[in-house]
């Protein structure tokens, strides 16, 4: 299983920025997918989650009505639109492979990891 996540950058507040996780075949049509972001100093924590069906979707409150998850099934890659973004949001982001597609979402419970993309927000 194989994830690659790209599209990170320096942006200013207000801006916006599209992460791609180019997945595996398997990872693709096996798992869902979650991206899941870490800011210096913090843990990382869940940001949101498609189904492997691409029929759930699930958001973090504090990204909720600005981010968009979705998925592309002939490209095998999930995408993170994230619009409207604040200096709060400047992390790492990780797309992650999830088995379970269920509220509860952490780190502990991910199968597969893909690379982090930096992304920075400045003020």
């Known amino acids: 299983v194989q994830l690659q996540a790209s599209g990170g950058g320096l942006v200013q507040a207000g801006d916006s920025l599209r992460l791609s996780c180019a997945a595996s075949e398997r990872a693709f049509r096996s798992y869902n997918i979650d991206w899941f972001r870490q800011a210096p100093g913090k843990e990382r924590e869940f940001v949101a989650a498609i189904s492997w069906t691409g029929r759930s979707i699930d958001y973090t409150d504090s990204v909720e009505g600005r981010f968009t998850i979705s998925r592309d099934n002939a490209k095998n890659t999930v995408y993170l639109q994230m619009n409207s973004l604040k200096p709060e949001d400047t992390a790492v982001y990780y797309c992650?492979?999830?088995?379970?597609?269920?509220?509860?979402?952490?780190?502990?419970?991910?199968?597969?990891w893909g690379q982090g993309t930096l992304v920075t927000v400045s003020s």
């Open positions: 992650a492979a999830d088995p379970r597609f269920s509220r509860g979402w952490v780190p502990t419970r991910i199968e597969y």
